[in-house]
C-alpha cells in the first residue's frame, strides 16, 4: 500500500516536472508553441476554418447554378468564386488538415515525445497561417486570384490577368508550399530516426508507413508547382517570357510544371486519408489489417506510378499518340495498388467481427464514393473518352467523387475515431447518424447529377447556360443536393461541440485499438509519455491497457528530466536500435518573427516594392541564424544515460543525427526544382516556337574558367575544414564569393537582355539559381568562420552539414556554367 | 544511397529514368527529325531499343536485388526482402505495360 503511494507521488511529481519542461506557456507564451500536439492541432482547426469558407464559396457556386442565367454572380465573380474554392480547398484544406493530423499524432504512435524539428513544424504552421490569410483578404477584397485552381497561363499572365490577383495566387501559394516542404522534411526524418527504442521497420505502425511514402511524395511533388509559380511571377514581375510564344516560351511548360505536381497531389491528399483506414478498420472489426506487406508494397508503387501520369490532364493539347500511350498506361496502373488496398479493407472486415460505430459509417461512405469516383477515373484515363468528357461537368463530378470520398469521409471516420484522444470525451451519438446520411445523400444528390450535366455537355467553370440547354432541371437538384449536404456538415460541427461541452469521460482506449497513442492519458500531456516504451511487437498490435501505466510510471526509458531538457531518444532507421540523445529546442518565439519576415518578403512581391526586398531577405536569414544559436549549447557531457543501465551519445556527437538526414533530403527537394527547371528549359527548345533567338549570346570564356576556378577553390577548402577549420572555411568563404559574383557578372552582363527571349531567360534563371546558392554558402561559411574564430572549434555535425551544401553547390554551379553551352549548341542544330 | 529504403525502391527508380528517357527521346526526336526523311523510322528503331534495354534493365535489376540485400535474417530484413521483391514485380509490369505502346502508335 505504502509502496504504491509511493511510486504514485513520484509518477506524479515527475509529471510535474515534465510538463513545466514541455508545456506551452500561457498568454504570449503561445506564439513560442513548438509542441507537436499544439501545432498538430492548431494545423487542424485552421484548415478546418478554411474547409468552412471554402464550403461558403461551393454553396455560392450552386446557387449560381440551381437555374439558367441567373444573375445571382457576374462572370468575374464566379471566377474568383470557383478559383478560390478549388483553391482552397486543396492547398489550404486537405494537406494542411492530414499534416496537422500527422503532426498531432505520428509522435504518439511512434512511442515518443515530439517530432524531429519542432521550431521548423511552429514555422510551417505560422507560414500556413499567414500565406492563408493573404489569399483570403485578397477574397475580400475583391482582388482575388480567378485564373482557376490550375492557374493556366496565358489566362493568368500579364496580358490577361494584369491586375493582383494572379500574383495573390502565385506567392500565396508559394508562401503556403513552405509549410508542406519543411512539414515533409520532418515527417520523413521523424519517421526514421525518432522512434521507441526496439521498433524497428518492420514493426512501425501503418500509419507511420503510410505518412512516409506521402512525405517522400510532397519532396518531389511540390517543387516542380514551386518552379512553376516562381517561373510565372518573375515573368509577371520582370517580362522573362518562360510562357509567352511570341518570344520563345511556351503555355505548355506551365501545365507540365503544374501537372506534375498536380497529380501526385491527389494521392498526397488521399493516402494519408488511406493511412487512417487501414489504421482505423482493424481497431473497429476486432482484426489485424489483412496483407500490411502487400499494402506497403502497394503505396510504394503507387508512389511513383503517380509520378508518371501527368499528362493524362493534357490529353487534349496535342501530344502525339505514343507519348500519350505513356502516360495512359499509367494512369491505368494506377488503379491496381488501389484496388489491392480496397481489397484488403474487404478481407480485413470479413475476417473480422466489425461492430458499428459512426466511424465505420463513415468508412462505408467512404468505399461507396470512392470506388464510384475510382471508376469514373479510370474511364477518363481512357484518351477517347477524356476527348468526349474534357472540361465539363463530368469531370467535376469525377473529381468531388475522388477527393470527397477519399478524404472527406476518411476525415470524419478520422474525427469521431480521435475525438476522445483530442478532448478526453466520449461521443454522446445523437446527431452523428443523422449527420452522416445528410451528407452521404447530400452529396450523392449533389454529384451524381453533375456525371449527367457533363454528358449532355456542360462545361466547367461557366457562370450562366441557357434554358434551352436542358441542364436545369438536374442543375436544380444538384444545388438542392448541395444544401442537404451543407446542414450535414453543419451538424457535424454541432455534434462536435455537443461532445466537447457534454461528452462523457472514459478509462483508456475506447475502441479497444493496439496503438501507442491510447497508451498515455487524454487529452494528451505535452511529453505524451511520462517514460518511452520499448517494442517488441509490431506496434498497432500493443496493449496500451499494460503498457500505459507502466510508461506514466516511469519505468521506460528518459523516466526523468535532466538539466530542463526536453530529450527523446533516436533510433537506426531499419533495426530500431537507440543510437543517440536527441535533444529537442525549448519553446521559443523565433519561428514566428520568422514566420512573419518570410511574409513581409512575400508582401513587399506581392506589392511590387522589389527594392526593399533584400532587406526581408536579410531579417530572414539573420533570424535563421539565430535558430542555431541553442544547439551550440549543447557541446559538452559525451555519453548520457537513459534509463535500464543504457548510455547513448548525444545527438551532435552521433553518427545519423538527424539533421543530417534533414539537409540530405533538403537537397533532394532542392535538386528536384532544379532538375525540373533544367528539363523544362529543354522543353522550350524541343516544343515552343520561334526558336532559335535572333541575338544568342555565350558567357566570356575567361569569366567561366575563373569561375570554375573558384568553385574547386570551395569544393577543396569544405575538404579540408575537416582538418584545418579555419583556413578550410576561409577559402570555402573565398571560393563562394567569387563563384557568385563571376555567376552574376555572366548573367546580367555577358547576357543579352532576359526578356527579348525565353532561351536567354533560362540561362539566366539557371544562374541565378547558382548564384543564390553560393551567396547561402557564403552565409553558411561566414558563419562557420566567425564561430570558429570566436567561439573555438566547430562541432563536427555543423560542419558536416556545411559540407553537403558546399558539395551540392559546387556540383549546380558547374551544371548552370555548362549549361549556356548546351542550349546554345542545341538552339543553333534544330530550332523551331 | 546504399541505404535499405533506397534498394527496394531501386526498380521503380529505374522505371522512372526509363520513362525520363523514352519521353525525352521521343519528344526531341520528333522535334529533330521534322524534316528529315527516314527519321521516324529511325526514331521507332531507337525507341524500341531503348524500351526493350529498359525491361531487361528491369528485371536484371531485380534479379540482382534479389541475391544482394539482407543476406542475414532478422525479422526486419526478412520484410524488406519481402517488400522489395513485390515492389519489383510491380515495377517490372509497370515497364512493360507502360512503354509497349513504341512498337506500333505513331511516334510523331
Ligand atoms: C462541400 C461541398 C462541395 C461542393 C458543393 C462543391 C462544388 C463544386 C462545383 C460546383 C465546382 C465547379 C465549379 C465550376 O466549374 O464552375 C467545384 C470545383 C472544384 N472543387 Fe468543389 N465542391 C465541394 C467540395 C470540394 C472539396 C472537399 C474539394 C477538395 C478537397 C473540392 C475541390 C474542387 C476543385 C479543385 C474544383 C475545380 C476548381 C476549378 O475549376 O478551378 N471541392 N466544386
Ligand atoms: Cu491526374
Redesign the interface.
Given at each position: 500500500m505504502s509502496q504504491t503511494n509511493r511510486t504514485n507521488s513520484e509518477a506524479i511529481a515527475l509529471h510535474r516536472q515534465l510538463e513545466h519542461i514541455w508545456g506551452t506557456k500561457p498568454g504570449w507564451g503561445r506564439l513560442a508553441a513548438v509542441n507537436h500536439t499544439v501545432v498538430g492541432r492548431r494545423f487542424m482547426l485552421t484548415a478546418l476554418v478554411f474547409f468552412a469558407i471554402g464550403g461558403l464559396l461551393a454553396m455560392l457556386i450552386r446557387t449560381q447554378l440551381a437555374s439558367s442565367n441567373s444573375a445571382f454572380m457576374d462572370a468575374e465573380t464566379y471566377a474568383q468564386v470557383f478559383t478560390m474554392h478549388g483553391s482552397i480547398m486543396m492547398f489550404l484544406f486537405a494537406i494542411p488538415f492530414f499534416e496537422g493530423m500527422a503532426i498531432y499524432l505520428l509522435p504518439k504512435l511512434l512511442g515518443t515525445r515530439d517530432l524531429a524539428f519542432p521550431r521548423m513544424g511552429a514555422y510551417g504552421y505560422w507560414c500556413y497561417l499567414f500565406g492563408g490569410t493573404m489569399l483570403i483578404a485578397a477574397l475580400i477584397g475583391g482582388v482575388a486570384p480567378n485564373s482557376g485552381w490550375f492557374m493556366y497561363t496565358p489566362l493568368s499572365s500579364a496580358v490577361y490577368a494584369p491586375g493582383i490577383n494572379s500574383d495573390v495566387w502565385l506567392l500565396g501559394i508559394t508562401f503556403v508550399e513552405i509549410s508542406a516542404l519543411s512539414a515533409a522534411v520532418e515527417l520523413i526524418v521523424s519517421i526514421l530516426k525518432i522512434r521507441a527504442p526496439g521498433m524497428?521497420?518492420?514493426k512501425m505502425p501503418i500509419l507511420a508507413w503510410y505518412m512516409l511514402v506521402v512525405a517522400t511524395m510532397m519532396l518531389v511533388g511540390f517543387p516542380p508547382l514551386i518552379l512553376g509559380s516562381i517561373l510565372l511571377e518573375v515573368e509577371r514581375a520582370f517580362d522573362l517570357p518562360f510562357f509567352d510564344p511570341n518570344r520563345g516560351g511556351d503555355p505548355l511548360l506551365w501545365q507540365h510544371l503544374f501537372w506534375l505536381f498536380g497529380h501526385p497531389e491527389v494521392y498526397i491528399i488521399f493516402l494519408p486519408a488511406a493511412g487512417a483506414i487501414s489504421t482505423i478498420l482493424p481497431v473497429l472489426s476486432g482484426t489485424p489489417l489483412a496483407g500490411y506487406?502487400?499494402i506497403?508494397?502497394?503505396i510504394?508503387?503507387m508512389a511513383?506510378?503517380s509520378?508518371?501520369l501527368w499528362v493524362h490532364h493534357m490529353y487534349t493539347v496535342g501530344i502525339?499518340?505514343?507519348?500519350l500511350?505513356?502516360f495512359s498506361?499509367?494512369s491505368?496502373?494506377v488503379a491496381?495498388?488501389t484496388a489491392i488496398q480496397v481489397f484488403a479493407w474487404l478481407a480485413t472486415i470479413i475476417h473480422g467481427r466489425p461492430r458499428f460505430s459512426i466511424p465505420l459509417l463513415h468508412i462505408f461512405g467512404f468505399f461507396f464514393v470512392f470506388v464510384i469516383g475510382g471508376l469514373t477515373g479510370v474511364m477518363l484515363a481512357m484518351v477517347p473518352f477524356d476527348w468526349q468528357a474534357h472540361d465539363t461537368h463530368f469531370v467535376v463530378a469525377h473529381l468531388h467523387y475522388v477527393l470527397v470520398g477519399g478524404f472527406i469521409f476518411p476525415m470524419l471516420a478520422m474525427a469521431y475515431y480521435w475525438m476522445p484522444h483530442l478532448t478526453g470525451k466520449q461521443p454522446v451519438q445523437h446527431l452523428s447518424n443523422a449527420a452522416f446520411w445528410m451528407i452521404f445523400i447530400g452529396f450523392n444528390t449533389t454529384f451524381f447529377m453533375m456525371h449527367l450535366t457533363g454528358l449532355r455537355g456542360m462545361p466547367r467553370r461557366v457562370f450562366v447556360y441557357p434554358p434551352e440547354s436542358g441542364w436545369e432541371t438536374l442543375n436544380f437538384l444538384s444545388s438542392v443536393g448541395s444544401f442537404v449536404m451543407a446542414m450535414g456538415f453543419a451538424l457535424v460541427a454541432l455534434d462536435f461541440l455537443l461532445i466537447f461541452r457534454f461528452g462523457r469521460a472514459f478509462r483508456r482506449n475506447p475502441w479497444k485499438a493496439g496503438t501507442l497513442e491510447w497508451a498515455m492519458p487524454t487529452p494528451p500531456p505535452s511529453y505524451n509519455f511520462a517514460s518511452l516504451p520499448y517494442i517488441d511487437n509490431r506496434a498497432d498490435l500493443l496493449d496500451p491497457e499494460a503498457i500505459g501505466p507502466h510508461l506514466a510510471a516511469g519505468k521506460g526509458y528518459l523516466g526523468f528530466v535532466r538539466h530542463d531538457r526536453m530529450e527523446v531518444l533516436g533510433v537506426d532507421?531499419?533495426?530500431?536500435e537507440p543510437d543517440q540523445v536527441v535533444i529537442l529546442p525549448r519553446q521559443t518565439y523565433l519561428p514566428v518573427w520568422t514566420a512573419l519576415a518570410t511574409g513581409s518578403f512575400f508582401l513587399l512581391m506581392l506589392f511590387k516594392l522589389y527594392w526593399a526586398t533584400p532587406f526581408a531577405l536579410v531579417a530572414i536569414v539573420a533570424l535563421f541564424l539565430l535558430w542555431n544559436r541553442s544547439s551550440a549549447a549543447l557541446e559538452g557531457g559525451d555519453m548520457l544515460d537513459i534509463g535500464h543501465g543504457k548510455s547513448l551519445p548525444v545527438h551532435v556527437k552521433a553518427a545519423s543525427p538527424p539533421s543530417h538526414l534533414a539537409m540530405v533530403l533538403t537537397l533532394v527537394a532542392d535538386a528536384t526544382l532544379y532538375i525540373s527547371l533544367l528539363?523544362g528549359c529543354?522543353?522550350l527548345?524541343?516544343?515552343a516556337p520561334n526558336w532559335p533567338p535572333a541575338d544568342l549570346a555565350l558567357p566570356r570564356f575567361g569569366l567561366t574558367l575563373g569561375a570554375v576556378a573558384a568553385m574547386l577553390a570551395v569544393a577543396m577548402g569544405s575538404r579540408w575544414s575537416a582538418s584545418h577549420p579555419a583556413p578550410g572555411m576561409a577559402l570555402v568563404l573565398a571560393g563562394h564569393l567569387t563563384a557568385g559574383l563571376l555567376l552574376l557578372t555572366v548573367a546580367f552582363i555577358d547576357m543579352p537582355a532576359p526578356s527579348g527571349h525565353a532561351a536567354i531567360a533560362s540561362m539566366v534563371v539557371v544562374l541565378v539559381y547558382a548564384v543564390l546558392h553560393h551567396g547561402i554558402g557564403t552565409v553558411f561559411a561566414g558563419h562557420a568562420l566567425w564561430s570558429t574564430l570566436h567561439r573555438g572549434p566547430l562541432c563536427t555535425l555543423t560542419l558536416r552539414i556545411g559540407r553537403l551544401w558546399h558539395g551540392y553547390t559546387v556540383l549546380a554551379g558547374l551544371v548552370a556554367l555548362v549549361f549556356p553551352y548546351v542550349l546554345d549548341s542545341l538552339a543553333r542544330?534544330?530550332g523551331? | 544511397m546504399r541505404?535499405?529504403?533506397v534498394l527496394?525502391?531501386a526498380t521503380?527508380?529505374a522505371?522512372?529514368l526509363a520513362?525520363l528517357v523514352?519521353?525525352?527521346t521521343?519528344?526531341?526526336g520528333?522535334?529533330?527529325s521534322?524534316e528529315r526523311a527516314n527519321a521516324i523510322t529511325m526514331l521507332r528503331i531507337v525507341?524500341c531499343g531503348l524500351a526493350i534495354l529498359s525491361v531487361a534493365g528491369v528485371v536484371a535489376l531485380a534479379r540482382y536485388m534479389r541475391r544482394q540485400t539482407f543476406a542475414e535474417a532478422?525479422?526486419?530484413d526478412?520484410?524488406?526482402r519481402?517488400?522489395g521483391s513485390?515492389?519489383s514485380i510491380?515495377?517490372i509490369?509497370?515497364v512493360i505495360?507502360?512503354?509497349?505502346?513504341?512498337f506500333w502508335?505513331?511516334?510523331?
Amino acid at each position: 500500500m505504502s509502496q504504491t503511494n509511493r511510486t504514485n507521488s513520484e509518477a506524479i511529481a515527475l509529471h510535474r516536472q515534465l510538463e513545466h519542461i514541455w508545456g506551452t506557456k500561457p498568454g504570449w507564451g503561445r506564439l513560442a508553441a513548438v509542441n507537436h500536439t499544439v501545432v498538430g492541432r492548431r494545423f487542424m482547426l485552421t484548415a478546418l476554418v478554411f474547409f468552412a469558407i471554402g464550403g461558403l464559396l461551393a454553396m455560392l457556386i450552386r446557387t449560381q447554378l440551381a437555374s439558367s442565367n441567373s444573375a445571382f454572380m457576374d462572370a468575374e465573380t464566379y471566377a474568383q468564386v470557383f478559383t478560390m474554392h478549388g483553391s482552397i480547398m486543396m492547398f489550404l484544406f486537405a494537406i494542411p488538415f492530414f499534416e496537422g493530423m500527422a503532426i498531432y499524432l505520428l509522435p504518439k504512435l511512434l512511442g515518443t515525445r515530439d517530432l524531429a524539428f519542432p521550431r521548423m513544424g511552429a514555422y510551417g504552421y505560422w507560414c500556413y497561417l499567414f500565406g492563408g490569410t493573404m489569399l483570403i483578404a485578397a477574397l475580400i477584397g475583391g482582388v482575388a486570384p480567378n485564373s482557376g485552381w490550375f492557374m493556366y497561363t496565358p489566362l493568368s499572365s500579364a496580358v490577361y490577368a494584369p491586375g493582383i490577383n494572379s500574383d495573390v495566387w502565385l506567392l500565396g501559394i508559394t508562401f503556403v508550399e513552405i509549410s508542406a516542404l519543411s512539414a515533409a522534411v520532418e515527417l520523413i526524418v521523424s519517421i526514421l530516426k525518432i522512434r521507441a527504442p526496439g521498433m524497428s521497420i518492420d514493426k512501425m505502425p501503418i500509419l507511420a508507413w503510410y505518412m512516409l511514402v506521402v512525405a517522400t511524395m510532397m519532396l518531389v511533388g511540390f517543387p516542380p508547382l514551386i518552379l512553376g509559380s516562381i517561373l510565372l511571377e518573375v515573368e509577371r514581375a520582370f517580362d522573362l517570357p518562360f510562357f509567352d510564344p511570341n518570344r520563345g516560351g511556351d503555355p505548355l511548360l506551365w501545365q507540365h510544371l503544374f501537372w506534375l505536381f498536380g497529380h501526385p497531389e491527389v494521392y498526397i491528399i488521399f493516402l494519408p486519408a488511406a493511412g487512417a483506414i487501414s489504421t482505423i478498420l482493424p481497431v473497429l472489426s476486432g482484426t489485424p489489417l489483412a496483407g500490411y506487406r502487400l499494402i506497403i508494397a502497394s503505396i510504394v508503387s503507387m508512389a511513383f506510378l503517380s509520378f508518371g501520369l501527368w499528362v493524362h490532364h493534357m490529353y487534349t493539347v496535342g501530344i502525339p499518340h505514343l507519348a500519350l500511350s505513356f502516360f495512359s498506361a499509367a494512369s491505368a496502373l494506377v488503379a491496381i495498388p488501389t484496388a489491392i488496398q480496397v481489397f484488403a479493407w474487404l478481407a480485413t472486415i470479413i475476417h473480422g467481427r466489425p461492430r458499428f460505430s459512426i466511424p465505420l459509417l463513415h468508412i462505408f461512405g467512404f468505399f461507396f464514393v470512392f470506388v464510384i469516383g475510382g471508376l469514373t477515373g479510370v474511364m477518363l484515363a481512357m484518351v477517347p473518352f477524356d476527348w468526349q468528357a474534357h472540361d465539363t461537368h463530368f469531370v467535376v463530378a469525377h473529381l468531388h467523387y475522388v477527393l470527397v470520398g477519399g478524404f472527406i469521409f476518411p476525415m470524419l471516420a478520422m474525427a469521431y475515431y480521435w475525438m476522445p484522444h483530442l478532448t478526453g470525451k466520449q461521443p454522446v451519438q445523437h446527431l452523428s447518424n443523422a449527420a452522416f446520411w445528410m451528407i452521404f445523400i447530400g452529396f450523392n444528390t449533389t454529384f451524381f447529377m453533375m456525371h449527367l450535366t457533363g454528358l449532355r455537355g456542360m462545361p466547367r467553370r461557366v457562370f450562366v447556360y441557357p434554358p434551352e440547354s436542358g441542364w436545369e432541371t438536374l442543375n436544380f437538384l444538384s444545388s438542392v443536393g448541395s444544401f442537404v449536404m451543407a446542414m450535414g456538415f453543419a451538424l457535424v460541427a454541432l455534434d462536435f461541440l455537443l461532445i466537447f461541452r457534454f461528452g462523457r469521460a472514459f478509462r483508456r482506449n475506447p475502441w479497444k485499438a493496439g496503438t501507442l497513442e491510447w497508451a498515455m492519458p487524454t487529452p494528451p500531456p505535452s511529453y505524451n509519455f511520462a517514460s518511452l516504451p520499448y517494442i517488441d511487437n509490431r506496434a498497432d498490435l500493443l496493449d496500451p491497457e499494460a503498457i500505459g501505466p507502466h510508461l506514466a510510471a516511469g519505468k521506460g526509458y528518459l523516466g526523468f528530466v535532466r538539466h530542463d531538457r526536453m530529450e527523446v531518444l533516436g533510433v537506426d532507421s531499419i533495426t530500431g536500435e537507440p543510437d543517440q540523445v536527441v535533444i529537442l529546442p525549448r519553446q521559443t518565439y523565433l519561428p514566428v518573427w520568422t514566420a512573419l519576415a518570410t511574409g513581409s518578403f512575400f508582401l513587399l512581391m506581392l506589392f511590387k516594392l522589389y527594392w526593399a526586398t533584400p532587406f526581408a531577405l536579410v531579417a530572414i536569414v539573420a533570424l535563421f541564424l539565430l535558430w542555431n544559436r541553442s544547439s551550440a549549447a549543447l557541446e559538452g557531457g559525451d555519453m548520457l544515460d537513459i534509463g535500464h543501465g543504457k548510455s547513448l551519445p548525444v545527438h551532435v556527437k552521433a553518427a545519423s543525427p538527424p539533421s543530417h538526414l534533414a539537409m540530405v533530403l533538403t537537397l533532394v527537394a532542392d535538386a528536384t526544382l532544379y532538375i525540373s527547371l533544367l528539363f523544362g528549359c529543354m522543353f522550350l527548345w524541343v516544343s515552343a516556337p520561334n526558336w532559335p533567338p535572333a541575338d544568342l549570346a555565350l558567357p566570356r570564356f575567361g569569366l567561366t574558367l575563373g569561375a570554375v576556378a573558384a568553385m574547386l577553390a570551395v569544393a577543396m577548402g569544405s575538404r579540408w575544414s575537416a582538418s584545418h577549420p579555419a583556413p578550410g572555411m576561409a577559402l570555402v568563404l573565398a571560393g563562394h564569393l567569387t563563384a557568385g559574383l563571376l555567376l552574376l557578372t555572366v548573367a546580367f552582363i555577358d547576357m543579352p537582355a532576359p526578356s527579348g527571349h525565353a532561351a536567354i531567360a533560362s540561362m539566366v534563371v539557371v544562374l541565378v539559381y547558382a548564384v543564390l546558392h553560393h551567396g547561402i554558402g557564403t552565409v553558411f561559411a561566414g558563419h562557420a568562420l566567425w564561430s570558429t574564430l570566436h567561439r573555438g572549434p566547430l562541432c563536427t555535425l555543423t560542419l558536416r552539414i556545411g559540407r553537403l551544401w558546399h558539395g551540392y553547390t559546387v556540383l549546380a554551379g558547374l551544371v548552370a556554367l555548362v549549361f549556356p553551352y548546351v542550349l546554345d549548341s542545341l538552339a543553333r542544330t534544330g530550332g523551331g | 544511397m546504399r541505404h535499405p529504403l533506397v534498394l527496394i525502391t531501386a526498380t521503380f527508380i529505374a522505371w522512372s529514368l526509363a520513362f525520363l528517357v523514352l519521353y525525352a527521346t521521343q519528344a526531341t526526336g520528333c522535334h529533330i527529325s521534322a524534316e528529315r526523311a527516314n527519321a521516324i523510322t529511325m526514331l521507332r528503331i531507337v525507341l524500341c531499343g531503348l524500351a526493350i534495354l529498359s525491361v531487361a534493365g528491369v528485371v536484371a535489376l531485380a534479379r540482382y536485388m534479389r541475391r544482394q540485400t539482407f543476406a542475414e535474417a532478422s525479422d526486419a530484413d526478412r520484410f524488406l526482402r519481402t517488400v522489395g521483391s513485390r515492389v519489383s514485380i510491380a515495377a517490372i509490369v509497370a515497364v512493360i505495360f507502360c512503354f509497349a505502346g513504341v512498337f506500333w502508335l505513331t511516334p510523331c
